[in-house]
């Protein structure tokens, strides 16, 4: 159900979308970096960024083989201030939706049509949490130690193995340096919202290093309405607090360069907690002139615990990997040049949950202890090919060795032509895949038990060993254009086939009632069974076009005027169709995916008195909540508005006439409001219960400091 808006509301809306309909693309293409704070007085676009993410060599983003999009970290700044949602979701491809994957507030993201979990995201190359399903909870990505955010399209499993069947998400953290740099940020707003953090970069000696850490807590019942039965009764104003703490060391030399990041949180809710935390290491060394060997590895890792009556979960999830890769001198051959990188990746995950009792006596149900692991070896090769001063081609294949499903063949190529300086076009065809995760394998859950007359009631969750893995056909081509000084367009078509997709499915309706080949592993309790089948396949297709402009760069030369305007537009089409063949769902549009997005943005600053606002919108098309695509699970179009506002201090007391004390140097104020007309979105969740999709209207405010 969707909450009505009064007249007021609506007629404001109404003017925004009037004067942003002429805005252009929120963030930047591949060749499409934005503008930084001081504009650059001769390019209103600087093209200086650094992106390795879709050949894991270092390009200019103008350069890249393989088309790269760069969210650098004056944008993020601009939009966001606790965590990394409201940025992507300003991507006209990327679906951010809050609350719906594993409820408690969580924000996941799909790429392309394709599910969260078919979207690799990683934290300097290597696998960030949410290994146990794959999917990541766009709340645990701290904006503060990120530089910039890297993103690829399209089948990267020949580079990055299972779960990059759509694509990569890559954040780039940030590294000590030279400068001391301090920062800080304190805050307060609605629904008894507080976030605390503070950073800290500099070095000793040759050691550079960069710490942060964030505290944030909100009153999330309050926030998503009827939430979980752990924000109940005496709970139900409690907070969900959630501490975030990273570290970052480098160690760089002439031939040779190390480093080692930590990132643990802690979400702590009434009657749950979880412990989450991700290292890594990467080393790489020039042993000779144009050689270069990388050695990486990471282990990510999480503890739950939830206490809540009906419910007993105490399980342990680890996930190691390693990788080790060659690239020798560029060289040349047959009249073009090859930079090719071999290599070999390595990935070994555990689960384990105690034996699970719930009732006591002749009423008890008990599942077993799980200790699961799975292995896989994946070989790989690429060759960067520059056929032509205007063309290049990237091929790379892996050989994905799994301990359960054996040898998987993922081939990619792309194939890449710059007619001019301004134009690039782009061909990218290829195979991904993903394995299932050890949840969907060997899951044993049972859940809110209790006894009612001669009966134990309850339901279970089991996992399913015999699942094949899913697999993708993808297509992507993707257009940009820089066809006036200061504007800057793309466009992306794409197209994904997807295979063996895994499901969550009634296996057994009642005890004596069961799928073919499915034996009820408890026939003693009432409720259904649920598992997991390969029982679908779908199809996502479609495209997205983006246009940035600076238009008062049209009329005095960029840095010659303290105002700066930017004006951002994205639009995104989606067909995607499920394919499964079941009666009631074949042929329908795919849960949690609006046909139809509009991304409009403006942003200002002021040079002189340092004022940035930035508003931004999103007009999205129905969704579904369920396969059948239901009446009751329909949600109707709807917009949605943000605004920050950013205020530096110093300035602002020199603008007023005063003179700045140097302690306020680097002190500014904001405030920031998400969904500002709440606009509220409520559809049938899976378990058949209503549940709200969208934050309710909120407001956050507070003072930074950076030096």
């Not at 954040?171 to 609605?190: K, Y």
């Not at 970052?248 to 031939?255: H, I």
Request: glycine share 8%; net charge negative.
């Amino acid at each position: 159900m969707q909450r009505r808006t009064t007249r007021v509301h609506r007629a404001l809306a109404l003017f925004l979308n009037v004067v942003f309909v002429a805005g252009t693309s929120a963030a930047a293409r591949a060749d499409e970096a934005v503008i930084d704070d001081a504009h650059d007085p001769e390019l209103s676009f600087t093209l200086g960024e650094t992106v390795v993410t879709g050949t894991k060599t270092e390009h200019p983003v103008d350069e890249s083989p393989v088309p790269t999009q760069v969210i650098p970290r004056r944008e993020i700044e601009a939009t966001a201030t606790t965590n990394v949602q409201d940025v992507l979701s300003q991507i006209p491809d990327l679906y951010v939706q809050q609350n719906q994957e594993f409820g408690l507030g969580a924000s996941v993201v799909r790429m392309q049509g394709a599910d969260p979990n078919k979207v690799a995201i990683l934290l300097d190359g290597q696998r960030f949490r949410g290994g146990i399903d794959g999917v990541v909870d766009l709340r645990d990505i701290a904006t503060v130690p990120i530089d910039q955010i890297e993103i690829i399209r399209g089948p990267a499993s020949s580079l990055y193995g299972s779960d990059a069947m759509a694509g990569v998400i890559n954040i780039r953290t940030r590294a000590g340096s030279p400068d001391l740099s301090l920062g800080a940020t304190a805050a307060g707003g609605s629904f008894a919202q507080q976030v605390y953090n503070v950073s800290h970069g500099w070095h000793v000696g040759p050691v550079r290093y960069f710490l942060s850490a964030q505290h944030d807590q909100v009153a999330i019942a309050e926030q998503f309405g009827s939430i979980s039965q752990q924000y109940a009764g005496e709970n139900v104003n409690d907070t969900q607090k959630r501490d975030d703490v990273f570290v970052r060391l480098d160690y760089p030399t002439d031939t040779q360069s190390l480093r080692v990041t930590t990132d643990y949180l802690k979400e702590r809710n009434p009657l749950s907690d979880a412990d989450d935390l991700t290292n890594g290491v990467f080393w790489n060394w020039q042993p000779f002139t144009g050689w270069l060997i990388d050695l990486e590895g990471s282990r990510y890792g999480f503890h739950r615990t939830n206490d809540l009556e009906g419910f007993v979960e105490d399980n342990t999830y680890a996930s190691w990997e390693t990788e080790a890769r060659l690239t020798p001198p560029e060289m040349e051959l047959a009249s073009t040049r090859h930079l090719v990188i071999a290599g070999t990746r390595f990935r070994y995950e555990t689960y384990d949950a105690p034996p699970q009792t719930i009732g006591t006596g002749d009423d008890a149900v008990t599942a077993p202890a799980i200790d699961a692991s799975a292995t896989q070896v994946s070989p790989f090769l690429q060759d960067e090919i520059f056929l032509h001063e205007q063309w290049s081609l990237v091929l790379g294949l892996s050989l994905d060795d799994h301990s359960r499903y054996g040898l998987v063949v993922n081939p990619r190529g792309t194939l890449t032509y710059r007619p001019l300086e301004t134009t690039s076009v782009a061909f990218t065809v290829g195979r991904g895949y993903r394995a299932p995760d050890l949840l969907q394998l060997y899951d044993i859950d049972i859940n809110n038990v209790a006894v009612v007359g001669d009966r134990v009631t309850g339901y279970a969750i089991v996992g399913n060993p015999n699942l094949k893995a899913e697999t993708d056909l993808a297509y992507n081509l993707e257009l940009g254009w820089r066809p006036l000084p200061g504007v800057r367009t793309s466009i992306d078509f794409y197209r994904h086939q997807f295979d063996d997709l895994i499901a969550n499915v009634i296996a057994c309706p009642t005890p004596t009632i069961c799928n073919p080949g499915f034996t009820n592993p408890f026939p003693e309790l009432q409720g259904p069974i649920f598992s997991f089948a390969n029982v679908s396949q779908a199809l996502t297709q479609g495209f997205d076009v983006g246009l940035d402009a600076y238009p008062l760069d049209w009329i005095w030369p960029a840095g010659s005027d303290p105002h700066v305007v930017k004006l951002s537009l994205g639009y995104g089409f989606l067909d995607s169709k499920n394919e499964s063949g079941i009666p009631g769902e074949d042929g329908k549009q795919l849960p949690y995916r609006p046909q139809n997005r509009v991304v409009p943005a403006v942003q200002y600053s002021h040079t002189t008195i340092g004022t940035t606002l930035r508003i931004w919108g999103t007009w999205e098309d129905e969704i579904f909540t369920d396969l059948a695509n239901t009446a009751e699970g329909r949600v109707p179009a709807h917009w949605f508005w943000n605004f920050k506002l950013t205020q530096k201090l110093p300035e602002l007391v020199q603008t007023l006439g005063g003179e700045s004390p140097s302690w306020l140097a680097g002190a500014a104020v904001f405030v920031q409001g998400l969904n500002v007309f709440d606009e509220v979105l409520e559809g049938i969740a899976i378990a058949g219960d209503p549940r709200q999709f969208s934050t309710r209207a909120s407001f956050l405010g507070g003072v930074t400091y950076s030096f």
